[in-house]
């Protein structure tokens, strides 16, 4: 079944053009924020940025309805497994963004309590770096997912689990 | 005109039209709300899908469509699975008693515009909206999680305390027009040349208040309330057992506008039917006029929300008891005395 | 700079007067950059808080500092210093004292007094195992309850027991 | 409807608990019982980090505490260490930094603010206290570089000077913000459901804040004059002519009021700095590598959130011993108990917004 979909027909590419047409200009991110970034992400969806017009402002509260989880910050020891939990709980398709050098690497903080990179917890489809990153870097973070978003083949993963886990 | 289209085509457009014209209204409502809410923020909104960001509800309904389904293991399946479409269900059918304008004339054939007409129209469909409020107790109750368990509770308090101001005033309404029929009430206001809003303007007001809350909408949004409740009673809900939730919510408040149209700004009649300079205003169809209503009402639900704090538990239970209901009962003894003496 | 402390005559006064109340309770006491910082016997800590509290008027405190001694204190010297710092308002007087206590002894708790104590407490116990009595529910207030050790005793490493995480 | 005791869990992933704070919650179906908060889900060990650090790396580390206001934290560290090291610093350099560190406090109760009454439901409030708040980042964006971890402090002085063209886009800034706060009162101050929200709600009397060790906007709304900037002036504040504005009732209402004040008093003193900005050097001669002679010192500024205190010990290194952070928020966030209790659960979200604490420096 695998190898038949690899050329991907006609039918299931307008498929997937459409369903990641859906999925990208609407991406509901996870109201999480952890730490200094989680300002400059309200700083992004607030007026002067307004992330509302990619149709991003709906922040969800609840990790059920969300498809985009921004680590907005630094992630320490005790938070981490939260975070998995988090993150276990949203539905797929789901992405994750690192926003800022804590959430990529520790930052600069290489003590006892900090995780050091949020990527051993969760698998990240965008770093964004900065300390904490500009709402611009986080747009152009949030613009590169988009592009991520459209080189998907949904279809793929609805005919074949399987393959929601190599990808 | 053929037995087949009259009989087989007609009815079937029209329920098309049933679950058609809603979702078109709530399409409309969700993209009007989100972008006049950030206009009023000094943002713009969504913008970027379509012209002006009109496909955005689109994006987000295909979205939710290929989300993955997430049932808990400790929910109540057939509760948890029921709630959804017990909630979308009851505002989709409200609408087939929600008629649109007067019966068209098509050569012979006259061509309703509504699917069911009823001489109790206006219980049916007061009926049907409080049988969603149970979707959303058994959706707060199923999830088998304390956020949406205590959304729950607050809308059972919530809606059964507001469900009684809406049908007192609901009742002047009857007493004045002499029929629970909404076309027929339509119809006497047409008769009597003046509004019942601006004839009863203490009816409208209660029940408008009472509408709100009775959507849970800001400022009364308390089972829902983002700040304290996460999501309330959906919380647990993805994908598209949660958009049901999301669209019947907007469905019901184009459904209470058109309810407030009908019942005290005329439904389709221009303005000041009984005016006879103005009757060039009976150029524009009144299916325009009654859109125009239903928006400027939707309107006022998203100027609503981008004004005003939320209140809080107790107060909204003062508000109902203490002012609405007694006030309520006031209008309708006033009401009664009127229509007795008259 | 205004001097806000030093040579005031009330502080000296209040020097005096604790010393005088409490026999022996006043080790040492110092005014440097401006501040007045009393070594007090570990005791006596309870009754002098109080005693400063009911009676001077010193009525909010500040904070809760722990100093860990390993590196200077290795002929016979008490491992840990517990700093208080206190203030008065009307009056604007701030003062430090110091109580000396040993890795496996415990100080009485200030919570009785100063209600603000309880988190800094539990802070000095999650940080460096300073152990307070009489404290309404010492445990950790930062790290996970079953974290091991102390992360600001200095031989602590910085990156954590397992190298870093 | 008598319904058992249920245990809540808020957080440490809720939208209303700023961030990575958990509450422990018992409510008897609205009613609160019992509130235990739970920190250190954003503890980064700061002050281990800071002893392996020298004296300038710290300052920066400071931004990240309090990250709404990160320069008064600058501020705090920065006059510890200047104390503790005897560096005298220029009048011109003290002015600038008032002018920062007002700016920031202006900042800092925008968007506490707006995320207070984004709690309550008034959605609108905190998207114009950030619009307003953009304006003041704009400024330290062209003075350093950075929006909102400036590092516009150092040891010594202040790193860039300002010229007319920043001191005038400060007057615009400035100018435009009482436009912007009666903008919000007209949306709140007078509003019936804020009012039944806020009033009444919340309440610590004087007694109770000083014996918390409440600091800050939260202690002066319970009627208690205590101001540091006055009190204690530090880098001359004493120069400047201000009010500082207290509440009587202690209660949620109140602290929203006393943040709107200290808008316009922070405005009024910008416009003396920058009216008597005198001339001179930026910095004090400061040496490349900064070594301390041994010694301790506790300084305390009036931050934000309430009182800020640095304690720093140094050994005679380019490092220092120990520093102890005493921040503001977490003495304050200990009395949210007594203020919720009795409550209904839709008032531990105000009044929690109504402390204004930031969990960077509460779990360091």
């Not at chain 2, 269900?89 to 304008?101: D, E, I, K, T, Y």
């Not at chain 4, 439901?121 to 929006?147: P, T």
Request: hydrophobic share 45%.
């Amino acid at each position: 079944m695998t190898e038949s979909l690899e050329k991907a027909p006609f039918l299931l590419a307008r498929a997937d053009t459409f369903i990641t047409w859906a999925q990208k200009n609407s991406l509901w991110p996870f109201g999480s924020g952890l730490a200094c970034c989680a300002i400059e992400m309200i700083a992004t969806a607030a007026a002067r940025y307004d992330i509302a017009r990619f149709g991003m402002e709906l922040f969800r509260a609840s990790p059920r309805q969300a498809d985009l989880f921004i680590v907005a910050g630094t992630v320490t020891n005790k938070m981490a497994p939260v975070i998995r939990r988090l993150w276990d709980q949203m539905p797929d398709p789901k992405w994750a963004l690192a926003m800022g050098n804590c959430a990529i690497g520790g930052g600069p903080f290489p003590t006892y309590s900090v995780l050091q990179g949020v990527d051993k917890v969760i698998p990240v489809d965008v770093y964004v770096a900065g300390c904490p990153p500009t709402p611009q870097g986080l747009i152009h973070g949030l613009m590169t997912l988009q592009e991520k978003i459209a080189r998907s083949h949904p279809t793929r993963e609805i005919l074949d689990p399987d393959a929601r886990h190599n990808r | 005109m053929t037995p087949f289209v009259a009989d087989f085509l007609i009815p079937v457009g029209k329920i098309a039209a049933v679950i058609l014209y809603p979702m078109l209204m709530v399409v409309v409502m969700i993209w009007l709300e989100r972008r006049v809410v950030a206009l009023m923020q000094g943002r713009l909104g969504p913008n970027r899908v379509g012209f002006q960001g009109i496909l955005q509800p689109v994006a987000d309904a295909v979205k939710l469509f290929f989300k993955e389904n997430i049932m808990q293991r400790q929910a109540d399946k057939f509760l948890f699975n029921i709630s959804p479409v017990l909630v979308m269900f009851s505002s989709l059918l409200a609408f087939c008693f929600v008629p649109l304008g007067e019966p068209i004339r098509i050569g012979s054939y006259t061509l309703t515009l509504w699917i069911a007409e009823s001489p109790v129209g206006l219980l049916i469909i007061l009926g049907l909206s409080s049988i969603s409020m149970f979707g959303v107790i058994f959706g707060g109750w199923a999830s088998n999680s304390k956020y949406p368990l205590m959304g729950a509770l607050r809308s059972v308090i919530q809606v059964l305390s507001y469900e009684i101001p809406v049908g007192l005033t609901v009742l002047t309404v009857a007493f004045i027009a002499r029929s629970m029929d909404l076309v027929e009430i339509v119809r006497r206001q047409e008769s009597s040349g003046v509004w019942y809003g601006f004839l009863m303007p203490v009816s409208f007001v209660v029940f408008w208040i009472s509408s709100v809350a009775e959507t849970n909408r800001a400022p009364f949004d308390l089972p829902e309330a983002e700040s304290e409740l996460v999501a309330g009673y959906h919380t647990e809900y993805s994908g598209m057992k949660f958009a049901y939730f999301y669209m019947a919510e907007y469905a019901h408040m184009v459904l209470v506008s058109s309810l407030v149209v009908i019942l005290f700004f005329g439904g389709w009649l221009p303005p000041f039917p009984g005016v006879k300079a103005l009757s060039f205003l009976h150029v524009v169809p009144g299916f325009v006029w009654y859109l125009v209503k239903i928006m400027f009402f939707l309107y006022l639900y998203v100027w609503i929300r981008a004004t005003f704090p939320r209140y809080r538990f107790d107060s909204l239970i003062r508000l109902v008891w203490k002012w609405l209901i007694p006030l309520s009962l006031v209008n309708l003894l006033a009401v009664a005395l009127v229509r007795y003496l008259l | 700079m205004p001097d806000t402390t030093a040579d005031r005559p009330e502080l000296r006064q209040a020097v005096d007067v604790l010393a005088g109340r409490f026999p022996g309770a006043v080790l040492s006491s110092a005014v440097e950059k401006e501040e007045l910082a009393i070594r007090l016997r570990k005791e006596d800590l309870a009754a002098v808080l109080s005693f400063l509290k009911d009676e001077l008027g010193f009525n909010a405190l500040d904070d809760i500092i722990v100093l860990d001694n390993i590196r200077s204190s290795g002929d016979g010297g008490k491992r840990f210093t517990v700093l208080y710092q206190i203030y008065q308002f009307p009056g604007f007087v701030r003062l430090r004292l110091a109580v000396d206590v040993g890795e496996n002894e415990a100080l009485d708790s200030a919570v009785p007094v100063y209600r603000s104590a309880d988190w800094a407490e539990r802070e000095a116990f999650d940080m460096f195992g300073v152990r307070f009595e009489g404290h309404p529910g010492l445990r950790r207030i930062y790290m996970p309850d079953e974290f091991e050790g102390h992360p600001l005793r200095k031989d602590f490493p910085l990156g954590g027991r397992d190298g870093g995480a | 409807m008598a319904l058992r005791e249920i245990d809540l869990n808020m957080g440490p992933q809720h939208p209303s608990t700023h961030g990575v704070l958990r509450l422990k919650l018992a409510v008897d179906n609205e009613v609160v019982l019992r509130v235990v908060p739970v920190i250190g889900y954003l503890h980064r060990g700061m002050e281990k980090l800071w002893e392996n650090l020298t004296y300038t790396q710290v300052v920066p580390l400071t931004d990240r505490l309090d990250y709404i206001a990160a320069l008064s934290n600058n501020l705090g560290y920065v006059l510890a260490v200047e104390k503790l090291a005897g560096i005298e610093v220029p009048r011109r350099a003290r002015y600038i930094r008032i002018v920062l560190a007002e700016l920031q406090r202006l900042a800092s109760h925008l968007a506490g603010l707006g995320f207070m009454a984004n709690d309550i439901g008034a959605m609108s409030v905190l998207l114009y206290g950030f619009e307003a708040r953009e304006g003041v980042l704009d400024i330290f964006e062209e003075y350093c570089g950075a929006r909102l971890t400036v590092h516009g402090i150092r040891i010594g002085g202040v790193p860039h000077d300002l010229d007319g063209a920043l001191v005038a886009r400060i007057r615009m800034v400035i100018d435009g913000i009482p436009k912007r706060l009666a903008e919000i009162r007209t949306l709140l101050d007078e509003n019936r459901i804020w009012k039944g929200r806020t009033v009444g709600v919340g309440v610590i009397g004087a007694g109770d804040a000083v014996d918390y060790g409440l600091t800050g906007p939260s202690l002066r709304a319970s009627g208690v004059p205590w101001d540091i900037r006055k009190d204690i002036p530090y880098s001359s504040y004493d120069e400047f002519d201000f009010d500082v504005p207290l509440g009587r009732n202690g209660d949620v209402y109140d602290r929203y009021f006393i943040r709107l004040e200290e808008i316009t008093q922070s405005i009024r003193i910008v416009r003396q700095a920058l009216d008597g900005l005198p001339a001179g050097e930026i910095s004090a001669k400061v040496p490349r590598v900064l070594k301390v002679p041994p010694g301790e010192v506790f300084h305390t500024i009036e931050a934000p959130k309430g009182v800020l205190g640095f304690y720093v010990k140094s050994n005679g290194t380019d490092k220092p011993e120990r520093v102890k952070m005493k921040s503001p928020s977490f003495i304050n966030l200990q009395s949210l108990e007594h203020m919720c209790k009795g409550n209904l659960f839709s008032d531990v979200v105000g009044i929690l917004g109504s402390l204004d604490i930031v969990l960077g420096e509460i779990d360091k």
